[in-house]
């Protein structure tokens, strides 16, 4: 499978020059099945540009949208998704079931005439929407299991599996336990319950919005640590994690020093870290685990 990045910042798009490397657009990553069957993990500003590189390619355009919430840097780029505007094409949008309204619901809010001069009812590709709670989906040829994530409104986690390789995508998720947010410790009960969700993946594409020393001030606004992600994705045992959902306060000095920081204390010693950069691109392949040892 394939992965691409196209939108790594967290809350707010942070477009301008501390931002360029890493990028400044919201949460949007794809996930691609050797066969072809298209996944997109949230639709953030970043899916504007995936959208525009979708109109690229000949034919019918279809996909999945696997939405983890609906908080704004989750769902912006929506109604900037070319592809949706297009008939005959086929899209399936999945998000978790809210407390008060469906998603087809929450998707048009941001499209009224007081938001946006198009209106839901206006796409012209066929788009069927999902509320969906914790469990398993066939999208394609890709498995996908569902988790509920800790965060202020109902939010899923999806570990997608397919041409033997695993990827599980996290945001946004806050740490059960204030205390291993702030610093390291033991790995209780409903945290534990979280590494098991990332047990094993090749790739944990994980919340990683502050450090430990914001966190005091930030207790409650449903993100992770980096201190926390690169804990529970070691005790998971994952290969590779990226670290995603950048603060918006965040520039690319000050990841490529927080980067540098894990490297030079050990943190994440056994674990490969970096930090998601828009336009990046990881390919993750099975082949290697059939290989004898
Ligand atoms: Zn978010
Ligand atoms: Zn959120």
């Known amino acids: 499978m394939r992965i691409r990045f196209y939108?790594?910042?967290g809350s707010i798009a942070t477009p301008g020059p501390a931002t360029v490397r890493y990028g400044g657009n919201t949460s949007c990553v794809t996930v691609r099945s050797e066969s072809g069957t298209l996944v997109v993990l949230d639709a953030g500003t970043g899916a504007a540009i995936l959208g525009r590189e979708l109109m690229a390619q000949s034919g019918k355009?279809?996909?999945?949208i696997l939405i983890g919430h609906t908080?704004?840097?989750?769902?912006?780029?929506?109604p900037f998704f070319a592809p949706l505007f297009v008939p005959g094409n086929e899209w399936d949008i999945y998000a978790p079931r809210g407390r008060r309204k469906t998603l087809r619901d929450i998707l048009a809010g941001q499209m009224e005439d007081t938001?946006?001069?198009?209106?839901?009812?206006?796409?012209?590709a066929t788009v069927r929407y999902h509320d969906i709670v914790d469990e398993t989906l066939r999208l394609g040829d890709?498995?996908?299991?569902?988790?509920?994530?800790?965060?202020?409104?109902?939010?899923?986690?999806?570990?997608?599996?397919v041409d033997g390789a695993v990827v599980v995508y996290a945001a946004d998720h806050e740490p059960h336990s204030r205390a291993l947010a702030a610093s390291p410790g033991e790995i209780d009960e409903q945290d534990r319950h979280h590494a098991e969700f990332l047990a094993g993946a090749d790739l944990v594409?994980?919340?990683?919005?502050?450090?430990?020393?914001?966190?005091?001030?930030?207790i409650g606004w449903g993100h992770s640590t980096v201190e926390y992600t690169v804990a529970v994705a070691r005790f998971a045992g994952v290969k590779r994690l990226a670290l995603t959902h950048h603060d918006p306060t965040r520039s690319d000095e000050a990841l490529d020093a927080l980067l540098e920081r894990l490297r030079a204390?050990?943190?994440?010693?056994?674990?490969?870290?970096?930090?998601?950069?828009?336009?990046?691109?990881?390919?993750?392949?099975g082949i290697a685990k059939s290989l004898p040892k």
């Open 71 to 78: 908080h704004w840097d989750h769902i912006q780029g929506l």
């Open 142 to 161: 890709i498995e996908v299991t569902t988790r509920y994530l800790n965060h202020a409104a109902p939010t899923l986690g999806y570990r997608l599996e």
């Open 61 to 64: 355009v279809c996909g999945h």
């Open 265 to 285: 204390t050990g943190q994440a010693e056994g674990l490969e870290v970096f930090a998601a950069a828009e336009g990046q691109e990881i390919e993750l392949s």
């Open 7 to 9: 939108g790594t910042r």
């Open 115 to 124: 938001y946006f001069p198009v209106e839901l009812d206006q796409l012209a």
């Open 205 to 218: 594409i994980h919340d990683a919005q502050y450090v430990a020393p914001e966190y005091p001030s930030k």
